[in-house]
């Protein structure tokens, strides 16, 4: 018994112990991100456009570019996340580490759907000073089924045109329409 406490006990140190050496390697790199912040050795992003504009192009037309940063501070770029506005634009394949003077890149695939302008951010999560870096991408899209159409060329009935329908107002009909 004494001896299944113990192997008990042990298992449930280590597993502790494992969790504090991942959490203080977390904090070793925000530490060492802001001591480098604050002696002036820090790595700087710098894009060679902030805004990819894909012009016009037909509705669900997927198009793709590649976003090129350098890193122009002292201290090594690290990338750990790239993130965009919604799901139908996709940023992959991203350079996680830059040396000083040295060139990273990442790809945003746009499945190219909407209705007029459209505008989506990329947001990248870095060590520079700011912590995360935003770049765009535009199109203007055309063919869409927005909300641009008239209700007329859509095939609907506007507001006005719509039959008026009755809702019960007694007690335990709530929700039912009466037609």
């Known amino acids: 018994m004494m001896l299944g406490v113990s192997a008990l006990c042990m298992v449930a140190f280590m597993s502790c112990k494992e969790d ?12 060492a991100a802001q001591r480098d912040a604050n002696s002036g050795s820090s790595a700087v992003i710098e894009f060679e456009e902030i805004e990819h504009d894909f012009g016009t192009i037909q509705h669900g037309t997927p198009v ?33 580490q830059v040396a000083p003077g040295e060139t990273g890149e990442f790809n945003v695939k746009f499945d190219g ?37 008239p209700a007329a060329q859509s095939g609907t009935q506007s507001i006005m045109q719509q039959p008026v329908r009755k809702s019960s107002t007694q007690p335990g009909h709530e929700g039912h329409n009466h037609d």
């Open 20 to 31: 504090a050496t991942a959490k203080i390697k977390s904090e070793n790199v925000a530490e």
């Open 64 to 96: 793709e570019t590649v976003f090129r940063y350098t890193n122009t501070g002292t201290s090594p770029l690290v990338v750990s996340n790239i993130q965009s506005t919604c799901g139908c634009t996709v940023p992959s394949d991203w350079t996680k």
């Open 113 to 149: 759907k909407g209705n007029g302008m459209v505008t989506k951010s990329i947001t990248m999560s870095t060590n520079t000073e700011k912590g995360a870096e935003t770049v765009r991408i535009k199109a203007m899209i055309e063919g869409g089924d927005g909300l641009m159409q």
